[in-house]
C-alpha cells in the first residue's frame, strides 16, 4: 500500500544503543501526538483481547551525524512539515517540563540535536531526508 504522506525519524549516529531506542521511541510519540490521523484502529486478538492503535503506516529510520540532523531540521521547518526535536541535554532531564526548558535554552541553529521526527506528504518529507543512510 503507498501512502501519501511519511513518518521519518532521524538519530545520530554515535549514539549508544539504549540512547537510540528512547529517541526513536520518543520522537515517535511525538508524531502520534501531533498528528492524530496517522494512528490506526484499535487491535483485538483471537481471544477478544484488546490492543492500542498504532500508526497506520510505515516508519523510517534513518541516522546521520550533528551537521545532517541540522539540515534535515532547517529543511523540513523550510517545508513546513511537522518536526519534532530531541538533544542531548534531554538525557539528563526527568520529566517533560524540564525536557522543554532543555531545548527552549538554545536558539534553533544551536540546539545539540541527538534525534529529528518529521511527518508530512510524502515528497517534501523525501526531499528533507535525501541523502541520508537507512538505520541499520
Known amino acids: 500500500m503507498r501512502f501519501d504522506t511519511k513518518i521519518g525519524i532521524v538519530v545520530r549516529s554515535d549514539l549508544a544503543a539504549w540512547q537510540r531506542l528512547n529517541v526513536t521511541a520518543f520522537l515517535a510519540s511525538a508524531i502520534a501526538g501531533g498528528a492524530p490521523e496517522v494512528i490506526g484502529d484499535d487491535y483485538e486478538d483471537g481471544s477478544g483481547n ?10 523510517v529510520i534513518y541516522q546521520a551525524d550533528l551537521d545532517e540532523l541540522r539540515k534535515v531540521r532547517e529543511k523540513a521547518k ?6 519534532a526535536v530531541y538533544t542531548e541535554e534531554m538525557f539528563k532531564t526527568g520529566n517533560d517540563e524540564d525536557n522543554r526548558a ?3 535554552a538554545y536558539s534553533a541553529e544551536d540546539l545539540n540535536l541527538v534525534g529529528v521526527s518529521v511527518y508530512g506528504p510524502k515528497t517534501p518529507v523525501d526531499k528533507s531526508l535525501k541523502g541520508l543512510t537507512l538505520h541499520p
Do not use: E, K, W
Not at 484488546?50 to 516508519?59: D, G, I, K
Open 78 to 83: 523550510a517545508r513546513d512539515l511537522r518536526v
Open 50 to 59: 484488546p490492543y492500542l492503535p498504532m500508526f497506520r503506516q510505515p516508519v
Open 102 to 104: 532543555a531545548v527552549r
